[in-house]
């Protein structure tokens, strides 16, 4: 799932349609975190994870490995979490991956960092787009495209299914 939804956050910024992109990065973000964190939980013997969904065995995992997080259901304690197992397990393909997230969430910078983004996170433009119907603007999302970049970089990401999946079908509409 974290490989589709950068897929589709790629489709959606090469056809300038900035909210969905948004929305799409984010949730490749949600579902490295949930992957990442179930995997671990898995592998240290976290099995006595309470909850039907992924999401509340995660934060029951989360809960269980650092007590003193606060919010633990949240992305920001999610997200250092994730670091700091990569980081013990010398991850660091894995940290880097993360760590250009973290650099781009507001809740992650201003709670474990101390640090004001001097632009809006990836966090606060969903949230103002789906809690407050906000459209995400070219000039906010600067910062976050160039991330964006370095993370399909990272990960080698040169061809997206879905652009060429979107390209077969016009051509056949219009012959």
Known sequence: ???????????????????????NFQQSLEFLLIYF????????????LEGNRDNDKVTCFIKKYDCYLERPD???ARLY????????????NIVRLLELYAKINDGYQKHHLNNILPFPGLDVLRNSL?????????DEIKEIIKVFNEITGLLNHNKNSYTDLNKIICNNLFL
């Not at 897929?7 to 992109?21: S, T």
């Not at 789906?130 to 070219?138: E, Q």
Request: avoid cysteine.
């Open 1 to 23: 799932m974290f490989g589709e939804f950068l897929a589709r956050a790629e489709l959606f910024l090469l056809n300038k349609n900035y909210n969905n992109f948004v929305l």
């Open 37 to 48: 964190l179930l995997n671990e939980a898995e592998k240290t013997g976290f099995t006595d």
């Open 74 to 76: 949240s992305i920001p």
């Open 81 to 92: 979490t994730a670091i700091k197992i990569a980081k013990e397990q010398e991850l660091f």
């Open 130 to 138: 789906v809690h407050r119907g906000k459209s995400v603007k070219n």
